[in-house]
């Protein structure tokens, strides 16, 4: 859903509908629990090896 910036009339922004709300709740829960799966066999230094290798690719 689109708004506008009540400061701004030049810019907008996009916003969640409530739907829009509960399907990305729904995405990121099984994001997470995907996450969990890959990284369930990796030891705490691997995991932090990726972390930071994640962090350097962001």
Do not use: K, W
């Given at each position: 859903?689109?708004?506008?910036?009540?400061?701004?009339?030049?810019a907008g922004y996009?916003?969640?509908?409530?739907?829009?709300?509960?399907?990305?709740?729904?995405?990121?829960?099984?994001?997470?629990?995907?996450?969990?799966?890959?990284?369930q066999d990796l030891?705490?230094?691997?995991?932090?090896?990726?972390?930071?290798?994640?962090?350097?690719l962001n």
């Amino acid at each position: 859903m689109r708004q506008s910036d009540p400061r701004d009339a030049r810019a907008g922004y996009a916003a969640l509908t409530p739907a829009g709300q509960e399907l990305l709740g729904h995405a990121l829960t099984s994001a997470q629990g995907i996450a969990g799966e890959i990284i369930q066999d990796l030891s705490p230094d691997e995991v932090t090896v990726l972390a930071r290798v994640l962090a350097r690719l962001n």
